[in-house]
């Protein structure tokens, strides 16, 4: 005879494993409200949020959305599209092939934290809630209407692993508290792909690819001409949570399948969309920044390959800039060099990155047998030999050859086949300053130093580069000269280094030894550039440059933070490296080291991206 063991299912007593939300809200019912939301919120930035002009952006206007609510109208947009999306809507599969439930949430948060966060800025700056117009609070409570429907959309929760109870209290709350984030987690993870979507003309690829170019110089542009404190905050919080979400679609991972295909096509798009923001701007002001970027990403770019292809650990990477720039000052006829001689630009490009690589290679000889932390400890050491070198060749403590603190001054403006690089000129109906035609001008070094990358990536070294980066001790019993290829990567970035150190000393019009130390606040320096690589993602050509350009952005947009600048620049980085350790912008390979559950990829490529 058969004892039942197990109570018989009640119509009280929840399946296991039925998919749940967060809140305790219908499927049904919370998509509509998270898409009811977004509309509203769409509405609400139409309308009046204050009754005064004295809070930035002026939001007084109905009818035109302006400062802060035009980054909650973008929020309120994308919460719709992926509401709709989740509706199974005829021709918004194609940008939700992940699925839209993650999207939705991450939107719908986003636009949520924007529209507060413009709410709570209005009423701290103007003293209370009571500056605030119907509009505001339509925004605030449609933001937090889309966003409690958006967190019912069920997903699959994590079983909790079992607790034991001996334990302490701590361990208890340590045990929660892992369970909790794996929830969250869980609760925005990107779903499976479903079927590949239909295959693309050719011509509709390219016009997809064109279209992100397009969207890309709007967001730089618009990001980098912020004008207020509030504003910027606001850009972040919604290209951060944007972007999140758009990548949980598996939007992103869709339009790199497009790019990967059209790999030319797709870096001439950059580099044209790259070259229009001089002329998307009415001054010099935000060229500065640019051309600084440039500069930056330049550098970080030519670094990638020591640290990123051939996994060396170089802490002195940016006196190989400095090498450049001291070479290109001291034949530009500046009247601080010791030497009487004006070589024109593309003779002083050639020889400071000459320069620089006989420096790679005097450094890396007999420095590159040593691995590890022992090599990173000696690079260090150069970086602050050749700063230190250069303070003291003052004529005092040594030779009469850098000015010592000083540095080299009043170095001269380009003039390349009559082209005055420091005089305004007129380029289809916009004045070009100074700024502008020195980006455009490092634009076209940024160019050269990527086909660089790219070629020597693909190339038999660039293979032997990842082989001795993935285990030097295998590569060299497969029968790869591990000292003869570190030596090469140790010099081609040194090269690169210096060629963009020959621009930067034109730019800067001074060369000082206080540019090149290995941490600064301003960057390049070493500190910011390893940052910048890591950050970004390393092995990739578009990872530095995205790295790069946020390392000089943010910390140039926080200043009003005063002291706390640091503190909150580094806060967020160390964020960013826990729930994000492979970079913004990772090859597969180590997007996979990272997280071993993703899907493995089809087809690598030689770099591993």
């Known amino acids: 005879m058969t004892t039942q063991t197990t109570a018989p299912e009640s119509a009280d007593t929840p399946t296991t494993g039925a998919p749940t939300g967060l809140i305790g809200i219908p499927a049904p019912i919370g998509r509509a409200l998270a898409t009811v939301g977004g509309i509203l919120t769409i509405i609400s930035t139409f309308l009046a949020w204050t009754w005064t002009a004295e809070f930035p952006g002026d939001l007084t206007v109905y009818g035109y959305p302006g400062g802060l609510q035009v980054l909650v109208l973008i929020g309120g947009a994308l919460t719709t599209l992926f509401g709709l999306a989740s509706y199974d809507v005829k021709g918004l599969g194609w940008l939700t092939p992940a699925g839209a439930d993650s999207a939705l949430k991450l939107s719908a948060l986003g636009a949520f934290a924007t529209a507060w966060y413009t709410v709570i800025a209005i009423s701290s700056k103007l003293g209370g809630v009571v500056n605030l117009e119907p509009g505001g609070y339509i925004a605030a409570l449609a933001t937090l209407t889309a966003l409690v429907g958006a967190l019912a959309l069920p997903y699959d929760k994590p079983e909790p692993d079992p607790i034991d109870p001996d334990d302490s209290g701590w361990d208890h709350f340590r045990h929660n508290t892992r369970h909790n984030l794996n929830v969250v987690r869980a609760a925005i993870a990107t779903g499976p792909t479903k079927a590949p979507a239909r295959q693309l003309p050719a011509y509709a690829e390219i016009l997809v690819i064109v279209a992100v170019m397009a969207i890309g110089l709007t967001v730089f542009t618009y990001g980098i001409g912020t004008e207020y404190d509030e504003l910027f905050i606001g850009f972040l919080i919604t290209a951060g949570f944007g972007f999140a979400a758009i990548a949980k679609a598996g939007l992103v991972g869709r339009i790199s399948a497009i790019t990967v295909k059209h790999r030319n096509i797709t870096m001439i798009g950059a580099f044209v969309a790259a070259a229009a923001f001089p002329f998307t701007q009415s001054d010099d002001q935000y060229a500065t920044i640019g051309v600084y970027i440039l500069i930056f990403a330049t550098v970080a770019l030519g670094l990638n390959i020591v640290v990123g292809l051939a996994g060396l650990l170089d802490l002195g990477y940016v006196a190989f800039l400095g090498v450049g720039?001291?070479?290109?000052?001291?034949?530009?006829?500046?009247?601080?060099?010791?030497?009487?001689?004006?070589?024109?630009?593309?003779?002083?490009?050639?020889?400071?990155?000459?320069?620089?690589?006989?420096?790679?290679?005097?450094?890396?000889?007999?420095?590159?047998?040593?691995?590890?932390?022992?090599?990173?400890?000696?690079?260090?050491?150069?970086?602050?030999?050749?700063?230190?070198?250069?303070?003291?060749?003052?004529?005092?403590?040594?030779?009469?050859?850098?000015?010592?603190?000083?540095?080299?001054?009043?170095?001269?403006?380009?003039?390349?086949?009559?082209?005055?690089?420091?005089?305004?000129?007129?380029?289809?109906?916009?004045?070009?300053?100074?700024?502008?035609?020195?980006?455009?001008?490092?634009?076209?070094?940024?160019?050269?130093?990527?086909?660089?990358?790219?070629?020597?990536?693909?190339?038999?070294?660039?293979?032997?580069?990842?082989?001795?980066?993935?285990?030097?001790?295998?590569?060299?019993?497969?029968?790869?000269?591990?000292?003869?290829?570190?030596?090469?990567?140790?010099?081609?970035?040194?090269?690169?280094?210096?060629?963009?150190?020959?621009?930067?000393?034109?730019?800067?019009?001074?060369?000082?030894?206080?540019?090149?130390?290995?941490?600064?606040?301003?960057?390049?320096?070493?500190?910011?550039?390893?940052?910048?690589?890591?950050?970004?993602?390393?092995?990739?050509?578009?990872?530095?440059l995205v790295g790069a350009a946020l390392l000089y952005l943010i910390p140039a947009k926080l200043q009003f933070l005063g002291d706390y600048q640091l503190f909150a620049f580094g806060l967020a980085l160390v964020l960013l490296m826990r729930f994000r350790p492979e970079g913004l912008i990772p090859n597969r390979r180590r997007q996979l080291e990272f997280h071993e559950e993703a899907e493995p990829p089809t087809v690598l490529s030689k770099a591993g991206a």
């Open 325 to 544: 720039a001291y070479t290109a000052a001291m034949v530009s006829g500046s009247p601080s060099s010791p030497f009487d001689v004006q070589l024109p630009f593309w003779l002083s490009a050639l020889l400071g990155a000459a320069v620089a690589m006989v420096f790679g290679v005097i450094i890396g000889a007999p420095t590159l047998r040593l691995r590890g932390d022992y090599l990173a400890i000696v690079t260090l050491g150069f970086g602050e030999i050749f700063r230190i070198a250069v303070l003291n060749t003052d004529g005092t403590s040594g030779p009469d050859i850098t000015n010592g603190s000083a540095g080299i001054s009043s170095v001269p403006n380009l003039n390349i086949l009559g082209f005055d690089f420091g005089a305004e000129h007129n380029m289809l109906g916009v004045t070009i300053g100074r700024f502008s035609n020195y980006f455009l001008l490092m634009l076209l070094i940024t160019l050269i130093v990527v086909v660089v990358f790219r070629r020597s990536a693909d190339s038999r070294i660039g293979r032997a580069w990842v082989a001795i980066r993935e285990d030097e001790t295998a590569a060299e019993a497969m029968g790869i000269n591990g000292f003869r290829v570190k030596l090469i990567a140790f010099a081609l970035g040194a090269t690169l280094a210096g060629l963009a150190g020959t621009v930067q000393a034109h730019v800067t019009y001074t060369v000082t030894p206080e540019q090149y130390q290995f941490a600064h606040v301003v960057p390049p320096n070493s500190a910011f550039l390893l940052a910048a690589v890591v950050l970004g993602g390393m092995g990739t050509i578009s990872g530095p």
